[in-house]
């Protein structure tokens, strides 16, 4: 946040133009308002690169981006998952909380999908 608008106390001095002082305090906070407008469409076009992933495809544009992260984590632990190396003992909690698949639910609907392959 590289702006050089930002006003250290100790540089306000009652000298001032209180229509000054107003002025550059406004400045300042609309200089964060539009870092963190441009920080969150980062993040949002971020957010919809990491989830183009076939699996998501039916559903991308009805899900908010939060479920489907949460949904990709388990997402992930379900496709790295192998007899050598197995998911740990569901606790569906992810569905029990949030209504969303949970990865051992991932793992049987990736299985079938394999299968039909």
């Known amino acids: 946040m590289g702006s050089n608008r930002y006003i250290p106390l100790e540089h306000m001095?009652?000298?001032g133009d209180l229509?000054?002082?107003k002025q550059k305090i406004h400045l300042s906070i609309m200089?964060?308002?539009d870092q963190l407008e441009a920080q969150l469409e980062k993040e949002r076009i971020q957010s919809i690169h990491i989830l183009?992933?076939?699996f998501f495809s039916e559903?991308?544009?009805l899900v908010s981006s939060y479920a489907l992260k949460m949904v990709l984590?388990?997402?992930h632990s379900a496709n790295s998952a192998t007899s050598e190396d197995p998911l740990?003992?569901?606790t569906c909690s992810i569905r029990q909380t949030h209504?969303?698949?949970c990865s051992h639910e991932i793992f049987v609907m990736l299985s079938k999908k394999k299968s039909y392959s």
């Open 73 to 75: 984590q388990e997402y």
């Open 19 to 21: 229509y000054q002082v």
């Open 99 to 101: 209504g969303l698949p």
């Open 88 to 90: 740990p003992p569901c």
């Open 31 to 33: 200089d964060q308002h």
């Open 52 to 54: 183009q992933i076939d």
């Open 59 to 61: 559903i991308l544009n």
């Open 13 to 15: 001095t009652l000298a």
